[in-house]
């Protein structure tokens, strides 16, 4: 058995600058590494939009800023209706590519400033800031005509995308899960009425 310090015999002993910049490299690394980790934990694997959780999040800094600026906002709740229909009629791999279609077709049609997320199997949703719920129902109709005319094109076949929409308003004083809970009671109502 060998002392650990024979290991250790024929290599030179680092100086204490050279020890600390390997331990804030390493540490830098690791940071780097952590950061990765958590970027992805806030994503949804198949759109590369932000995930439910992160959403929530969103919407609690927009209900602050509703309430401490008197500012308006609103969520808009997208649901891929014939999600079902195109997983049976080409697979779940068209269904996928039907869902990333729609999350692109959606980003480049918003402002930056916009937050887009997946929050469902078949569900995204959308946060306005500074949009009281008539623009944002405005721009959203829109937004459903836009996705309808853009169909995801398998090269021999167009796949038509069919969303349901349902805008929730945002005003001072609204509590972020009282939001949240209204948005999935009117995109499911939607959903009903479609």
Do not use: W, Y
Request: aromatic share 2%; net charge negative; hydrophobic share 45%.
């Amino acid at each position: 058995m060998t002392d650990q310090s024979d290991r250790f015999a024929g290599t030179a002993a680092a100086s204490p600058a050279e020890e600390n910049a390997l331990l804030r490299a390493a540490l830098a690394d690791a940071q780097r590494r952590i950061e990765e980790l958590e970027a992805l934990a806030e994503a949804d694997p198949l759109t590369g939009l932000a995930n439910a959780r992160r959403f929530a999040r969103e919407v609690e800094r927009a209900t602050g800023r509703a309430t401490r600026h008197a500012t308006p906002a609103a969520l808009v709740g997208f649901d891929l209706r014939n999600l079902a229909v195109i997983n049976a009629r080409h697979g779940r791999a068209v269904g996928d590519a039907a869902l990333a279609h729609l999350a692109r077709t959606l980003s480049s049609l918003i402002r930056a400033s916009d937050q887009l997320a997946r929050t469902g199997g078949s569900e995204l949703a959308l946060l306005f800031d500074h949009f009281d719920s008539d623009s944002a129902i405005e721009t959203s109709e829109r937004l459903q005509r836009c996705i309808a005319r853009t169909p995801l094109d398998l090269g021999s076949d167009k796949v038509p995308l069919e969303v349901v929409v349902a805008t929730t308003g945002i005003m001072p004083g609204d509590e972020p899960e009282g939001v949240l809970a209204r948005a999935a009671r009117n995109i499911a109502r939607a959903r009903d009425e479609a």
